[in-house]
């Protein structure tokens, strides 16, 4: 599926849909995009942004020979709640069976996912995340993520709603920030990405800061394209060094 997502090739989605649990799913990209997907006809999305599982999708992975980072779900979660686990168990066996792939899984049900992997590994060519856009939902996740025994645990900061504070990142690799993006988007301020920045310096976390969205960091609401994706005059695009190793970056 095309995206215009960074950090990622190429992304998967053998469900679609999902339901808004938390302050940052307000202005939810995914719903937006599944809308227009319904209106053209494409499968999955018959019923909106109303969560199904799309089995066509399932073996898409094994279509491509070419070692693939894939950003597993970026259109639902997979640990959703109506998501029925042996299906979920069908999702992780594609991706055990193709070791020669990437995957990136990211959700906001760290609970679920949590309990899923407290039962079985995880396979090596997963990276295991969380989304985490404030305070009072997005900080308790870390805690159920840092506990799983993934190649690389990552935070997606996006958007980023309020400074967190003092953030424990330990046993955390990477973390991902970005600014919220459309007309209804909720402003960033500077000084709450210089204050994860600092602290992704002191524990030594790869620190990739997307955008600023379409707030800059002079407040003022334009084009997301004309905000750019500097922070004080250059682009922070780190990766662990596992990423280093297994992604082509741009």
């Not at 299906?87 to 055990?96: N, P, S, T, W």
């Not at 002079?218 to 990766?239: C, M, V």
Request: hydrophobic share 35%.
């Amino acid at each position: 599926m095309a995206h215009k997502i960074e950090w990622t090739e190429q992304t998967w989605n053998p469900s679609a849909g999902c339901t808004k649990i938390s302050s940052g799913c307000q202005n939810c990209y995914a719903e937006t995009m599944a809308i227009r997907l319904q209106a053209m006809g494409v499968k999955g999305y018959e019923n909106g942004f109303k969560f199904n599982i799309v089995p066509s999708r399932l073996n898409d992975p094994f279509k491509k020979k070419k070692p693939t980072v894939f950003f597993v779900n970026s259109m639902s979660d997979i640990f959703h709640k109506d998501m029925p686990e042996d299906y979920l168990d069908k999702i992780f066996a594609v991706i055990e069976n193709t070791p020669h792939h990437t995957y990136q899984v990211l959700t906001k049900r760290a609970e679920r996912m949590a309990e899923y992997f407290s039962k079985r590994p995880v396979p090596k060519n997963i990276w295991l995340g969380v989304t985490v856009d404030n305070k009072k939902e997005g900080l308790p996740r870390i805690d159920y993520l840092r506990n799983i025994d993934a190649s690389v645990l990552f935070l997606s900061v996006e958007p980023l709603l309020e400074d967190l504070g003092e953030m424990n990142l330990s046993n955390i690799d990477w973390v991902i920030i970005g600014g919220e993006s459309g007309n209804k988007a909720r402003p960033m301020d500077k000084d709450w990405v210089v204050n994860i920045k600092q602290q992704c310096e002191q524990k030594d976390v790869a620190f990739f800061f997307k955008q600023w969205g379409t707030w800059g960091a002079d407040k003022i609401k334009r084009n997301k394209k004309l905000n750019g994706k500097e922070l004080d005059g250059k682009i922070w695009h780190q990766f662990p060094e596992i990423i280093e190793q297994q992604f082509a970056m741009v």
